[in-house]
């Protein structure tokens, strides 16, 4: 049974640091692109990040990049997301996600309804 756990979140004030682990299980990992998905009260989810386990290539949201960095611990199973600076707006359920044969850049173009292994997510709130 795929499991995706994530955790870390929480309340930060605006230009701190939050770190978010995700634990996999259930699959190989290193064949899998992990990625982050982000979701504001009352938007839609939203791509953050990914990351080819394989091969370590990275993709960001053009509006993040300097401030969030993915990485993997393939030993571990697990993917993390450290968020740098952060800014009220980045206030979001942040999710886990695991996608077999998609490229990190293929971020920007991808169906949410392809993606059939999610975490439940953690809360990130911060505040001005």
């Known amino acids: 049974e795929v499991q995706l756990v994530e955790s870390g979140g929480g309340l930060v004030q605006a230009g701190g640091s939050l770190r978010l682990s995700c634990a996999a299980s259930?699959?190989?990992?290193?064949?899998?692109?992990m990625c982050w998905f982000r979701q504001a009260p009352g938007k839609e989810r939203e791509g953050v990040s990914c990351?080819?386990?394989?091969?370590?290539?990275?993709y960001y949201e053009d509006s993040l990049k300097g401030r969030f960095t993915i990485s993997t611990d393939n030993a571990k199973n697990t993917v993390f997301l450290q968020m740098n600076s952060l800014k009220p707006e980045d206030t979001a359920v942040y999710f886990c996600?695991?996608?077999?044969?998609?490229?990190?850049?293929?971020?920007?173009?991808?169906?949410?309804?392809?993606?059939?292994?999610w975490g439940k997510g953690t809360l990130v709130t911060v505040s001005s």
């Open positions: 996600a695991a996608a077999p044969g998609l490229l990190p850049t293929d971020l920007p173009y991808v169906n949410l309804n392809d993606i059939d292994q």
């Open positions: 259930g699959f190989t990992f290193d064949d899998y692109t």
């Open positions: 990351i080819s386990s394989g091969d370590g290539s990275t």
